[in-house]
């Protein structure tokens, strides 16, 4: 198995934060970001390699974090060639990116780099993987459908099996939003190919879920915990109160 966290992006509404350092490597509590990230993925015995997409701005800044991390995993930088927010690939070109690249045929975790959250991952793992070969995606009750709306909302059955999934919905049929924690498995890593070539949104995982569920089966494990999606200084400050001592 394989990680890929997503840290790509050029979180403008972060600035003056992010103007020279990318939001993955800010400081949450006593560690980056990106530093909880890979301590979660450590606790995941199948996976050997983590993929880190960047761009071109922050790839130095990357590489010299990277020089500094001590890992049971192989960590792997890439490089998308983005050099502005107007250019970037996106979250589903930066993952079709790194699946071809890298030539990868294994089941693969998706992370997004701006996520903050105080739950383990192997119990999605082996959620994932009890199954068929089917898509998964970890998802979180906010507990309130008014601030649902700036989140992909889902519906599940009895099962688990999602029925439905709308993108920032005026009125969200639920509070179970989307985490940025995906799972691929190896045998339909290609649908990604599919998705951008029929000219869909290649920037919001969102919309891949919304179309992906049309054209196969997705399931959605639900965390309980502490979960912070660090779009903005607000949400930064919230998250630094809450992780303060980690």
């Given amino acids: 198995m394989k990680a890929v966290i997503l840290a790509a992006g050029y979180a403008t509404r972060l600035y003056p934060l992010t103007k020279d350092r990318p939001k993955p490597l800010l400081l949450v509590g006593k560690r980056a970001i990106i530093d909880h990230l890979i301590q979660k993925l450590g606790d995941i015995e199948e996976i050997d390699t983590i993929y880190i997409v960047t761009n071109q701005k922050f790839y130095g800044v990357f590489d010299g974090w990277l020089k500094t991390v001590k890992s049971a995993k192989k960590i792997i930088l890439e490089n998308d060639g983005s050099t502005t927010n107007e250019n970037r690939l996106g979250a589903i070109g930066d993952i079709r990116l790194v699946l071809e690249r890298q030539k990868i045929h294994d089941d693969i975790i998706v992370l ?18 009890s199954g068929p070969d089917i898509f ?18 889902v519906e599940v059955d009895e099962k688990g099996d999602i029925v439905n999934f709308v993108e920032k919905p005026q009125d969200p049929p639920s509070s179970l939003i989307a985490t940025g924690i995906y799972y691929f498995p190896k045998d339909k890593l290609g649908i990604t190919g599919q998705f951008l070539k029929v000219g869909n949104e ?15 089966e997705v399931r959605c494990y639900t965390f309980r915990g502490t979960w912070y999606d660090i779009g903005d ?10 992780f303060q001592e980690k």
């Fill in 112 to 129: 997004a780099g701006d996520n903050m959250f105080n739950w383990g991952l192997k119990g999605f793992a082996d959620f994932a993987k």
């Fill in 136 to 153: 998964a995606i970890g998802a979180y009750d906010i507990g309130d459908r008014k601030k649902a709306t700036i989140y992909g909302v």
């Fill in 202 to 216: 290649n920037d919001a995982p969102g919309h891949f879920i919304q179309w992906l569920r049309k054209e196969d």
């Fill in 233 to 242: 200084i607000e949400s930064y400050r919230k998250a630094n109160l809450s």
